[in-house]
């Protein structure tokens, strides 16, 4: 008689609260127990926060190519929050879902090179605004900063530096994108 062997979950429920943050702690995702006011911690979170502020940005009538791009986003700052949350660099090779690479990067440059084609040449400093969705966009690019700034304070060295590029590099690709929402939603913009 043959017996059967069980396939691992790997999509187990997961339960909202655990309790173990109760005392003020959480754990990275190599076991480590912090405080939550930990660097790293404080770094992941601004993160996550930016995640959220692209999905106000989604929520607010982004045409079709914007809102897929915004989706895309999303998806990076998940990995690179769980890149952040893994400080010894040890996120399982089959977990690709959590990679931000070079070519993550090069994608960015190029929809930054798309929507700049569109778009009147800047020539004065502009005020953040506009439609819903330009000025959700805008609010995103500064909540971009400050993470890029979060996760400079720890250190280069205890960052992978695809994840400073990125972030660089997004705050860039947000502010062309608040530019294009208001440009095709014909909302001109408010110079400095």
């Given at each position: 008689m043959r017996v059967e062997e069980e396939a691992p979950v790997y999509n187990r429920p997961v339960k909202i609260y655990t309790r173990t943050g109760d005392a003020g702690e959480t754990s990275l995702f190599d076991g480590t127990r912090v405080s939550k006011t930990d660097p790293r911690v404080?770094?992941?979170g601004d993160v996550d926060e930016l995640h959220a502020s692209l999905g106000v940005a989604a929520a607010a009538s982004l045409d079709s190519q914007l809102s897929e791009w915004t989706v895309s986003l999303q998806r990076d700052l998940f990995a690179l929050g769980a890149r952040l949350a893994d400080p010894s660099h040890k996120i399982a090779a089959r977990v690709v879902k959590a990679t931000v690479t070079d070519e993550s990067v090069?994608?960015?440059e190029g929809w930054i090179d798309t929507l700049e084609?569109?778009?009147?040449?800047?020539r004065h400093f502009i005020?953040?605004?506009?439609?819903?969705?330009g000025a959700a966009l805008h609010l995103s690019r500064t909540i971009c900063r400050r993470a890029e700034r979060a996760v400079l304070s720890l250190g280069t060295d205890r960052v992978e530096p695809v994840v400073i590029v990125y972030l660089n590099r997004l705050s860039d690709l947000l502010f062309v994108m608040a530019r294009a929402a208001n440009h095709r939603a014909g909302v001109p913009e408010t110079i400095w």
């Amino acid at each position: 008689m043959r017996v059967e062997e069980e396939a691992p979950v790997y999509n187990r429920p997961v339960k909202i609260y655990t309790r173990t943050g109760d005392a003020g702690e959480t754990s990275l995702f190599d076991g480590t127990r912090v405080s939550k006011t930990d660097p790293r911690v404080a770094a992941y979170g601004d993160v996550d926060e930016l995640h959220a502020s692209l999905g106000v940005a989604a929520a607010a009538s982004l045409d079709s190519q914007l809102s897929e791009w915004t989706v895309s986003l999303q998806r990076d700052l998940f990995a690179l929050g769980a890149r952040l949350a893994d400080p010894s660099h040890k996120i399982a090779a089959r977990v690709v879902k959590a990679t931000v690479t070079d070519e993550s990067v090069a994608r960015l440059e190029g929809w930054i090179d798309t929507l700049e084609a569109e778009l009147p040449p800047l020539r004065h400093f502009i005020l953040a605004g506009g439609c819903p969705g330009g000025a959700a966009l805008h609010l995103s690019r500064t909540i971009c900063r400050r993470a890029e700034r979060a996760v400079l304070s720890l250190g280069t060295d205890r960052v992978e530096p695809v994840v400073i590029v990125y972030l660089n590099r997004l705050s860039d690709l947000l502010f062309v994108m608040a530019r294009a929402a208001n440009h095709r939603a014909g909302v001109p913009e408010t110079i400095w």
